[in-house]
């Protein structure tokens, strides 16, 4: 009996706002239910979405084995328990963008690797950390961006809110094209390498 009469083989879900409500919950007999009749079907899971791959598993601890995630806006792919394509910015960008941030203090800068992210003391406030937790379970205070020891994914720059737009393009205009901003309004600012984003990270 054909349990699946579309043939849909694949159904991607943002994160935030889309899948789970404004407290991170959702309807977890609900979506076993739906999983269990996807699974017979052989229709694939995936989550794509801006957050951590280490946040985003959290909402799955009993099934994010048997899932693809595109994290960080596509910087980093994954089909189950293998690793499909994970961004590796060049030293170049990487000094760039933490050189053009520091001549903006207000410029609270969020470093993304494949091990953790990073804030750096004494340019972020203990609440900021407190915060950027949320979204990134794998969250580490450093002296120093440059002394990091690991592959960077992107950078998660937040701005003041009614400046998001001005920074847009002085990150745009600044990186030369080594990296690429995107935003979705409201302060928040990732840089990510060009090409590099949720659809690229569905065809991969």
Not at 28 to 49: D, N, W
Not at 169 to 186: C, I, M, Q, V, Y
Request: proline share 4%; with cysteine; net charge neutral.
């Amino acid at each position: 009996m054909n349990t699946n009469p579309h043939n849909i083989k694949l159904v991607a879900v943002d994160m935030d706002g889309t899948f789970v409500r404004s407290d991170y919950t959702y309807n977890i007999p609900r979506f076993k239910a739906i999983l269990s009749r996807m699974k017979e079907a052989e229709c694939q899971f995936v989550v794509a979405s801006g957050n951590q791959y280490y946040q985003l598993r959290s909402h799955f601890p009993d099934d994010h084995n048997e899932f693809s995630f595109i994290a960080e806006n596509g910087a980093l792919v994954k089909n189950k328990e293998e690793l499909i394509f994970s961004a590796n910015i060049s030293k170049e960008a990487i000094m760039l963008t933490i050189e053009l941030c520091k001549k903006h203090p207000e410029i609270k800068n969020v470093m993304c690797g494949l091990k953790s992210a990073y804030c750096q003391r004494g340019r972020v406030s203990d609440e900021f950390f407190k915060l950027t937790n949320i979204y990134y379970h794998r969250l580490k205070w450093v002296d120093d961006f440059t002394q990091v020891n690991d592959q960077i994914l992107k950078f998660a720059p937040t701005v003041p809110v009614e400046k998001t737009m001005y920074y847009y393009e002085l990150f745009r205009d600044e990186l030369n094209g080594l990296l690429a901003p995107t935003t979705s309004g409201h302060g928040s600012i990732d840089l990510i390498i060009p090409g590099c984003h949720k659809a690229s990270g569905l065809k991969k």
